[in-house]
């Protein structure tokens, strides 16, 4: 069966980043860095894929997460050439986003998740080549971004281009999903994971409360703090992980949502900050304080239901995308109890093949069924393996 706590992780990181672009509290940041959360879940799918089918999972993982963009670009991109966007051959950026696509005053505001789908064009890109390092030299290689990111911020590499400083930031994330795939996270003693956990937290919060940004103690504004913090934090909550959550649909209303949100996580995301963007001067003009607590609760409400319509509009595009049957309003049931009980978690891997996984490592670049020796993958595993979407 599906790890219900992991959907309920990423449905939680969704909401969180709504609701923190509407309110801008730093707080949300440091008590549940989502965006790292979402990399860390991102990074251990990505290895279970990669067990799966080899280098093929890339272009996979592309096809689920692609056509979602192009929908979104196809509305605003004609309207921001139509507000003076100049037309150049960065356009094309838009299809393949691996630097950030050009956009207008108002649409570099609106359309500013796009960085999201940046990074993690990179790091799917990275992500056969790192696999096989990781799995020889783990702790080196998990270690190497946050060098990186050091090396960066103190100053010897000063001019880094940015996609290089987000790995920095943020590819130490993703590797932890590596760890937390190949169980090497659930193996860690409480000896080793406790001390581990408090030197971070410690050193992650010291950075961040004496460095403070133009915006106090926002974690986006603070790079090593962030990483630190959340390396701390997906310790924790990813490391020490549950098998499941069933609870989490014992909660019928809870478990609707986590499905919904999960399912439609991309679409809410690309769309989200247009919509936060848009209902900002309305307010102003009706004269309502921004920061009174009322009329923020309103403006998460009607950016959740705009958010809300639009996902019924284009939410489908994602079911399209997965290769599953399009549906309004996903997370009806429609296979028999067998069928969903064969259903299991791709990642973390199945108890019993971790010897395995360096062999595995070592074919990441064939698909898993071409040879034997091969780490087995449970049927129906592959549409869990690719639903994820990250926020910031």
Known sequence: MRNRYLDLLRFLAIVRVVVYHVVGSAALTLIFPAMSVMFALAGSLMAASLDRTGVPAVARRLRRLLPSLWVLAAIFVPAMLLTGLPFTPKALLWLFPVSDPPANHWGALALSPIW??????????????????FRRAPLPTVLAPYVLLLVIEFGIYPDAPVVLREFGLYFGAWLLGFAHHDGM?????????????????????????????????DLNDNHL??????????LVAIGRAPAEAPWVDRIPALGRAVTVLNRRALTVYLWHMSFVVALTPLFGLVGWAPRDSFNLVIRVALVFALVGVVTLLFGWVEDVAARRTPEAIPGRSRRAPAQRAATAPVSPAPVGVEAELVAAGARAGRPAGSGPGRVPTPRGAAEWADTEVETR
């Open 225 to 234: 703090g962030n990483a630190v913090w959340s390396a701390a934090f997906i």
């Open 185 to 217: 996270l659930r193996r860690l003693s409480n000896r080793v994971l406790v001390p581990a956990v408090l030197a971070l937290g410690a050193a992650g919060l010291t950075w961040i409360f004496t460095h403070p940004g133009p915006r106090g103690y």
């Open 116 to 133: 999201y789908l940046r990074d993690y064009l990179w790091f799917v890109l990275a992500s056969p080549l790192v696999l096989w390092l």
